[in-house]
């Protein structure tokens, strides 16, 4: 929930330092698992930045959320090697199993793409929470449904 007096608390922390809305982001998400809308103006006036800019930022970077993620959150390896090495079938599995498309959140669990894990001789691959699962195939998608679905 968001706390105005813990985000003025966390703009504090930061005031005086040279380029410091990345880290302001991250300590506001640690803080609240999302960046909430509220924020934005606070931050913006505390940076003398329009509320776009920090939005474009907030928007940009595929980390920062708007909305607070599931209990459980797969990012699928969006990149050439994983398509090459069937990325498009483990995500229609994937998607079909949860029945949820990427970027949504259902049922406690996020589904976002990314494009690169950096695991591509492991091919197609995903990160399950702070897990990276490499060579998935239809048994390791069930498998990983079924653990995030438990």
């Not at 809305?21 to 609240?32: K, S, W």
């Not at 776009?52 to 993620?69: I, L, M, S, T």
């Not at 398509?83 to 259902?106: C, I, P, S």
Request: glycine residues 10%; contains cysteine; aromatic residues 4%.
């Amino acid at each position: 929930m968001f706390d105005a007096v813990r985000l003025s608390e966390i703009l504090h922390v930061h005031a005086g330092r040279e380029g410091p809305l990345l880290p302001i982001l991250h300590d506001v998400q640690a803080e609240f698992g999302h960046i909430p809308d509220a924020a934005l103006d606070p931050i913006a006036g505390a940076l003398r930045l329009s509320r776009a800019e920090v939005a474009g930022v907030v928007g940009f970077y595929h980390d920062f959320r708007a909305a607070p993620a599931g209990r459980h959150v797969i990012k699928l390896c969006r990149a050439e090697a994983c398509q090459a090495m069937g990325g498009a079938g483990v995500q229609a599995r994937l998607e079909a199993a949860l029945g949820q498309r990427l970027g949504e959140t259902k049922n406690g669990v996020t589904l976002e793409a990314v494009y690169c894990l950096g695991l591509c001789a492991n091919a197609p691959a995903a990160m399950v929470d702070d897990r990276l699962v490499g060579r998935l195939d239809g048994a390791a998608v069930d498998a990983l449904v079924a653990e995030v679905s438990a």
